[in-house]
């Protein structure tokens, strides 16, 4: 038997007519076409969109906004000069820095300092909760 039926004079025959090659091939674009009619006649996700042009005309608009938009930023000071970009770039450094100093001081190397600051924040949210709550749990006076 050979390795494909094809390869035979008959085998060619079977390929090219017969219903079995045809659905293989009509199939997929039968189902094709259908996807596009339901498409044109407004049912499916994409339907309204295809029928209406008010979306496709809102998206263009916003397309043009912001083309607009980076070619401002693109003309601005911060892209054109290197001493606007070299003193931003300063700029981050010393954050950094600061950051790195405030990082290594003694009180940061443990978590208790965090802890005890998310403590306080919690009761301070408490504190406020109860005063919303009832005033006049808080707020008393006294008259002689």
Avoid: C
Avoid at 32 to 44: F, N, P, V, W
Avoid at 46 to 74: C, E, F, W
Avoid at 109 to 123: F, S
């Amino acid at each position: 038997m050979p390795r494909f039926p094809f390869a035979t004079p008959n085998g060619w025959f079977q390929v090219l007519y017969s219903d079995e090659m045809y659905r293989k091939v009509s199939e997929p674009l039968r189902q094709l076409d259908e996807s596009l009619a339901r498409l044109q006649s407004g049912q499916g996700s994409l339907g309204p969109v295809l029928q209406d042009p008010k979306q496709y005309n809102q998206a263009m608009a916003q397309a043009g906004d912001l083309r607009k938009s980076i070619a401002t930023l693109h003309q601005g000071e911060w892209m054109q000069s290197d001493a606007a970009y070299n003193s931003w770039i300063a700029k981050l450094e010393g954050i950094q820095q600061k950051v790195a100093e405030f990082d290594s001081f003694p009180a940061m190397a443990t978590p208790a300092v965090y802890d005890n600051l998310t403590q306080m924040a919690k009761e301070l949210g408490s504190t406020t909760r109860e005063f919303r709550e009832n005033p006049r749990k808080f707020l008393r006076l006294k008259v002689f």
